[in-house]
């Protein structure tokens, strides 16, 4: 089938086996125009936030500056008058959202739906692989959902409240050009789902919200706010009506919180913070520099950190001096279903106490992966808590400095951490060029964040040199290759198919390949995203090879 012509310099490819109907639903002749004025007015500041991210890292590179609060900034931080947008109704009280909820899986965003979860996080970004399929798959569901066309689920403006979540800035959409250019990820995510499901959302009160990820600067979050001023004006919707809350998922963003709220206000829905993206993007801006050698994140990385408990306190205090919710990161733990044995009470036992910690800093509310952790969890914020949320908690106590968000803790590395980082790198790697954005390991649900520390430590650890606190090896090329074939060998014994093993192989060479590059790559997805293409056709060729070997 060929391209799919759209208005005038849009090309879109045909759409995937059995989504012809969606596909149609979707990109309907109005759509399309939509979405090509969308991308063709901020294709260039997309561009530009790219172009400034590189130069502000390479700065940091050549100068040898470490961030601090910006000085050209600090009327907005010392103004103690302005506030954001009033907090809409379904909003107030979101303790327990579902995460990492990749809506191309339609059973689990029904069970979600269905849940007692006040809210879900509608995943195109972590959690989800963005093959055309899963979008396309995804936000047809998303759809569904807003429109009432899913049988025995709430009414929309009853069911939990959707916060979705396009993809970052990093991503492109290999299957529609624009004006001779690949689309921007969020910009294609973004004006699908709010053309489709906006009017229809704020028409029952239920938005439209979203979760914007990666934002590193206030000028990032400035070009957001352009783009939903745009698109209320385009859609008929008051201004204000999207609401968006940033995840502060990178050490440059955690500098300018007051700012990205600010520039955000009439659209600002708060603040998240989480612990593995944020932690990565240490490596990502000072993995290079030995002070920033981050130890082993199965042993010494945790939000009682001073780097990231300061950081959460940070937020927590930022969001509600200015009248925005503050929410926490997602408990990734898989609770074991039999709740009288040991391994349940064990699991839901480490759960809370971290999460205890989160609403004991104020936060408003956080995410979970197992639907089974919802109702204990709004059960341990009404122990603890009063009301709807935490706005009230001023958090006056909290002075944070620079030093503080820059302190890096105390520790080495283990062979357990080394071996359990390359398992999550390559698993991750595999789980991509299956068409799946997230996995289980050991009882965790894993998704790229994870991914992302993951293999950002081992290559950090090999620059660096970092000793094993077993028996004092260096992290090297050659231990790294050794440890990836046993890593391999273990998980190939679960593997049932010659498919799937050599699938598995080729996950772990790219893993190498991505750990042992000379210069560090900013993102797993971006690097998976540009090489999947060639990843699938080697992947088929070597099956094609296998194939024949056995006639």
Not at 155 to 162: E, F, G, M, Q, T
Request: charged share 20%; aromatic share 8%.
């Amino acid at each position: 089938m060929s391209n799919k012509q759209g208005p005038a310099g849009v090309e879109l490819s045909p759409p995937p086996t059995g989504l012809e109907a969606e596909y149609e639903t979707l990109f309907t002749p109005e759509a399309l125009l939509f979405v090509q004025e969308l991308i063709s007015l901020f294709d260039e500041e997309v561009d530009e936030v790219l172009r400034l991210r590189a130069s502000r890292k390479a700065h940091l590179d050549l100068s040898g500056e470490l961030p601090k609060f910006l000085k050209s900034t600090a009327h907005i931080r010392l103004d103690p008058n302005w506030r954001v947008g009033p907090v809409p109704l379904r909003l107030r009280r979101r303790h327990v959202d579902v995460g990492d909820l990749a809506p191309c899986d339609t059973e689990r965003f029904i069970q979600a739906l269905q849940s007692p979860a006040q809210g879900l996080q509608v995943d195109f970004d972590d959690g989800n692989c963005p093959t055309f399929h899963n979008q396309i798959k995804g936000i047809h569901n998303v759809y569904k959902a807003a429109h009432n066309h899913i049988p025995n689920v709430p009414h929309i403006s009853r069911a939990p409240v959707l916060m979705m979540r396009p993809r970052a800035w990093n991503m492109v959409e290999h299957n529609m050009m624009v004006e001779g250019k690949q689309a921007p990820g969020p910009l294609f995510d973004f004006g699908l789902l709010v053309f489709h499901c906006g009017r229809t959302l704020f028409a029952n009160n239920s938005g439209p919200f979203f979760y914007l990820s990666k934002v590193e600067n206030r000028l990032e979050a400035k070009l957001w706010n352009k783009i939903f001023v745009w698109t209320q004006q385009k859609l008929g919707l008051p201004l204000g009506s999207i609401k968006a809350t940033v995840l502060i998922e990178n050490v440059l963003a955690a500098f300018e919180m007051e700012e990205i709220l600010f520039e955000l206000r009439e659209h600002s829905a708060g603040l998240n913070c989480g612990i593995w993206d944020y932690s990565a993007s240490f490596v990502n801006k000072f993995g290079h520099r030995q002070a920033f050698l981050l130890p082993d994140r199965s042993k010494y990385v945790n939000m009682e950190k001073r780097f990231l408990r300061s950081y959460m306190d940070l937020l927590v205090q930022t969001c509600h001096r200015r009248g925005a919710l503050a929410t926490g990161g997602m408990a990734a733990s898989l609770l074991p279903r039999d709740p009288l044995s040991d391994s349940h009470q064990r699991v839901l036992t480490t759960v809370t106490r971290l999460k205890l910690l989160e609403i004991q800093a104020g936060v408003d509310g956080f995410m979970v992966y197992d639907m089974n952790l919802i109702e204990p969890m709004q059960k341990l914020f009404q122990r603890f808590t009063e009301g709807d949320n935490q706005l009230h908690q001023l958090r006056t106590d909290v002075t944070v400095s620079h030093e503080d968000l820059l302190a890096m803790p105390l520790g080495g590395v283990t062979l357990f951490g080394l071996k359990y980082n390359i398992a999550v790198g390559v698993l991750f790697i595999d789980a991509w060029l299956t068409g799946k954005g997230h996995f289980f390991y050991r009882g965790q649900v894993e998704d790229s964040a994870t991914a992302e520390i993951s293999r950002s430590q081992v290559w950090q650890w090999i620059r660096h040199g970092a000793q094993l606190e077993d028996d004092q090896r260096p992290v090297s090329r050659e231990l790294v290759v050794l440890l990836t074939s046993g890593v391999l060998r273990e998980l190939s014994a679960s593997c049932h198919s010659v498919r799937a093993k050599q699938r598995l192989h080729t996950a772990a060479d790219v893993f190498l390949e991505v750990v042992l590059k000379r210069d560090f790559p900013a993102f797993i997805t971006t690097y998976l995203n540009e090489e999947h293409t060639f990843l699938n056709a080697h992947q088929r060729t070597q099956l094609e090879i296998v194939d024949k070997s056995k006639l």
